[in-house]
Every structure is written in structure tokens, then in C-alpha cells.
T-cell receptor, first 112, second 111 residues
Framework: SQTIHQWPATLVQPVGSPLSLECTVE??????LYWYRQAAGRGLQLLFY??????ISSEVPQNLSASRPQDRQFILSSKKLLLSDSSFYLC???????????FGEGSRLTVL | SQQGEEDPQALSIQEGENATMNCSYK?????LQWYRQNSGRGLVHLIL?????REKHSGRLRVTLDTSKKSSSLLITASRAADTASYFC???????????FGKGTLLTVNP
């Protein structure tokens, strides 16, 4: 069966520090991969999606970036965090062209 | 944007009652999906209804889709305290690569 792992679950970082959130999927190949952000009490905002290794599409211009170094690995990064980056970040995957998303458990980022 | 908008924003009911949540969207879609999120957790897919379908059932869930009104409803029958969660609709349009989510309905089921 397929599983998705996202870490770390909780992160407290100072302003200006770098960020790396990682997500890996097991039990499937060539998935679509996604990073979403969710502000408190709000819906999900799509940040990045990838349909293959090295293929990243950005939905929202900001100081975040994403990379897909391996087929089932998706990384969300920042060189310098801002206070406004504090949020709940969710990784998800889908089988190509089916649309149904499978989410990780999320990473709670607090920037101080 | 084809973002879904759920209504109401919050709903509080007693255990055993039915809960109905609505979703409206703006443009044509390929499918509409409903997800559930427990507080502080990831989202879980509940049900997908395609644009050529009008109604779908899964256990205690019933979803309807009216493409002429660009709206969908999620009915949870015989609710339980464990159904307490936020429920989101999400739409997929020209490409199945991307889903656009609404802001969700917070459902509280009181024991």
C-alpha cells in the first residue's frame, strides 16, 4: 500500500534562518507531488506541484522554493524565513491524472 | 478562479442528527471532491463526484452535484461525535494536476 511521510511535524525557526521540509512517498511510482500551505482556520493554498523529477511548477511567488531530487521525494525550502511564513504546510501526492490527493500529516512551522 | 466556497462556515449539531454542507464554485469542472480534516492533521479524501454524475453515496455520506447551479452538497447521516472535523470541497478543472480548495466547514457533533 502507498504511504506518505512528511517531516518534521513541528518546527520553530528564527526569522532569517533557512528551511527544509521533506516529503517522501512509498508504494507508488511517478506520482504527482504537491506542497500546500494552510493558514489558521483557512483553506489550502497550492504552493508548488511536480509531475516528474526536476519538474516544478510554482503557483505563488514568494521566498519559498521546491525541489524533486528523486521520483518520490519532494522538498520545500527557504533560504531566509519571514514571520509571514509561519503556517501549516501539507505535502500530498496523487496518481497521474486521477485528481484524488493523499496528504501527509503536515508540518507546523512557527517563525519567531 | 474555480475555488469552491463552503457554506456554512461552522455547523453544530447533536449526535444522531444529519449534517448538510454546501459548496459553490465558479467555473466548469472535471470533478468535485470532498475532504475531511481533523484538527492539526492532514486531509483525508472522502468522495469524488465527476461532472457527469448527479449523486454519489459512500457509507453515511451522500454527495450531490448540480453543474447548472455550480453547487454541491455533502450530507452526513446519523452523525457521530467522531465526525467532528473540518470539511472541504475541492474542484478540478482543465487539468487534474491541481485541486482548488474552499475554506471549509467546521462541523461539531455534540454527544
Amino acid at each position: 500500500s502507498q504511504t506518505i511521510h512528511q517531516w518534521p511535524a513541528t518546527l520553530v525557526q528564527p526569522v532569517g534562518s533557512p528551511l527544509s521540509l521533506e516529503c517522501t512517498v512509498e508504494g507508488t511510482s511517478n506520482p504527482n507531488l504537491y506542497w500546500y500551505r494552510q493558514a489558521a482556520g483557512r483553506g489550502l493554498q497550492l504552493l508548488f506541484y511536480s509531475v516528474g523529477i526536476g519538474q516544478i511548477s510554482s503557483e505563488v511567488p514568494q521566498n519559498l522554493s521546491a525541489s524533486r531530487p528523486q521520483d518520490r521525494q519532494f522538498i520545500l525550502s527557504s533560504k531566509k524565513l519571514l514571520l509571514s511564513d509561519s503556517s501549516f504546510y501539507l505535502c500530498a501526492w496523487s496518481v497521474q491524472n486521477t485528481g484524488e490527493l493523499f496528504f501527509g500529516e503536515g508540518s507546523r512551522l512557527t517563525v519567531l | 478562479s474555480q475555488q469552491g466556497e463552503e457554506d456554512p462556515q461552522a455547523l453544530s449539531i447533536q449526535e444522531g442528527e444529519n449534517a448538510t454542507m454546501n459548496c459553490s464554485y465558479k467555473t466548469s469542472i472535471n470533478n468535485l471532491q470532498w475532504y475531511r480534516q481533523n484538527s492539526g492533521r492532514g486531509l483525508v479524501h472522502l468522495i469524488l463526484i465527476r461532472s457527469n454524475e448527479r449523486e454519489k453515496h459512500s457509507g453515511r455520506l451522500r454527495v450531490t452535484l448540480d453543474t447548472s447551479k455550480k453547487s454541491s452538497s455533502l450530507l452526513i447521516t446519523a452523525s457521530r461525535a467522531a465526525d467532528t472535523a473540518s470539511y472541504f470541497c475541492a474542484t478540478s478543472g482543465g487539468s487534474n494536476y491541481k485541486l482548488t480548495f474552499g475554506k471549509g466547514t467546521l462541523l461539531t457533533v455534540n454527544p
